[in-house]
């Protein structure tokens, strides 16, 4: 399964090694998903690193190995109505490469979150998490 992560995905697993940010990042060398991201989304995340304590920085240098880079897509063959246009590039690149988009910006992103973009299913990773538990894909914690 091809996981496309906004920037706020990943920096949430820069601040807690606890969260279910950082278990995707944890568990993607088992095979089950591909962590991809944009460089769009990769300046994202150096742009807010740059205001946050040193030890983010330290564990993003960790998780970045763990992510496949594709291209930026920034327009679709498709009428769009999304209002929050800083992260277009973030949702049109999703739609592009991945099966499912990973966010944590509920303001921006909340409108898809249930409903998905043209069948790309939009959810926060526990949300994500907790649907392939209850499927029986993932154990129980």
């Known amino acids: 399964m091809r996981v496309f992560l906004d920037s706020s995905v990943a920096l949430a697993a820069c601040g807690s090694d606890r969260g279910a940010s950082s278990y995707l990042f944890g568990k993607s060398e088992c095979g089950l998903w591909e962590l991809l991201v944009s460089p769009y989304v990769l300046s994202e995340v150096e742009d807010n690193l740059l205001d946050l304590p040193p030890a983010w920085s330290i564990a993003w240098k960790k998780y970045r190995s763990c992510l496949s880079v594709v291209d930026d897509i920034t327009i679709l063959p498709h009428a769009v109505v ?30 898809l979150m249930g409903t998905g973009f043209y069948g790309l299913p939009v959810m926060t990773p526990g949300g994500f998490l907790k649907g392939l538990r209850e499927s029986g894909v993932l154990p129980r914690l």
């Open 82 to 111: 999304f209002p929050a246009s800083k992260d277009r590039p973030v949702l049109f690149s999703a739609f592009a490469y991945a099966d499912l988009l990973l966010v944590l910006d509920v303001a921006d992103f909340g409108p």
